[in-house]
């Protein structure tokens, strides 16, 4: 079936995320969300592969169509934090990197809105939610 599949979909678009390659990123994660949707609406999986297509759209400067899925995405993840299991509790921390990069890229791409403001909003709130590095 489709579900059982779709992690693989995920991968992929994690993969063209870290690339760069935001057209190709976009359209697989379009086809994950739109899986997740359905299957599991409310679940984190579900939000973190919103943020993920909000970065892609980012990423291609689709500014208007990327803000709402990056807040949804970052929303959901924290209204479901006691469900994300603690290997996977890093993808809170990277909705708000996303974020704050997307808000950084929208600033630069216009300037002298509230772009800056909120990109520094979301970085103060990446510092709290970042833990001090240990010496092990």
Same mark, same amino acid.
């Given at each position: 079936?489709?579900?059982?599949? !779709?992690?693989?979909?995920?991968?992929?678009?994690?993969?063209?995320?870290?690339?760069?390659?935001?057209? !190709?990123?976009?359209?697989?994660?379009?086809?994950?969300?739109?899986?997740?949707?359905?299957?599991?609406?409310?679940?984190? *999986?579900?939000?973190?592969?919103?943020?993920?297509?909000?970065?892609?759209?980012?990423?291609?400067?689709?500014? %208007?169509?990327?803000?709402?899925?990056?807040?949804?995405?970052?929303?959901?993840?924290?209204?479901?934090?006691? &469900?994300? =299991?603690? !290997?996977?509790?890093?993808?809170?921390?990277? &909705?708000?990197?996303?974020?704050?990069?997307?808000?950084?890229? +929208?600033? *630069?791409?216009?300037?002298?809105? %509230?772009?800056?403001?909120?990109?520094?909003? +979301?970085?103060?709130?990446? !510092?709290? &939610?970042? =833990? =001090?590095?240990?010496?092990?």
């Amino acid at each position: 079936s489709t579900w059982v599949t !779709q992690p693989f979909h995920g991968r992929d678009g994690i993969l063209f995320a870290s690339l760069h390659e935001w057209p !190709q990123a976009e359209r697989i994660l379009r086809e994950c969300l739109d899986i997740r949707a359905r299957a599991a609406p409310d679940e984190w *999986r579900t939000f973190n592969t919103r943020s993920m297509l909000g970065e892609a759209l980012g990423g291609r400067g689709a500014f %208007t169509e990327a803000e709402p899925l990056l807040i949804a995405g970052y929303e959901g993840l924290e209204s479901h934090k006691s &469900s994300i =299991p603690p !290997q996977a509790m890093n993808r809170l921390t990277e &909705s708000i990197r996303r974020l704050a990069d997307f808000y950084d890229a +929208w600033d *630069r791409a216009e300037p002298g809105k %509230t772009h800056g403001a909120k990109a520094a909003e +979301w970085r103060a709130k990446l !510092q709290e &939610s970042t =833990p =001090p590095a240990t010496d092990k």
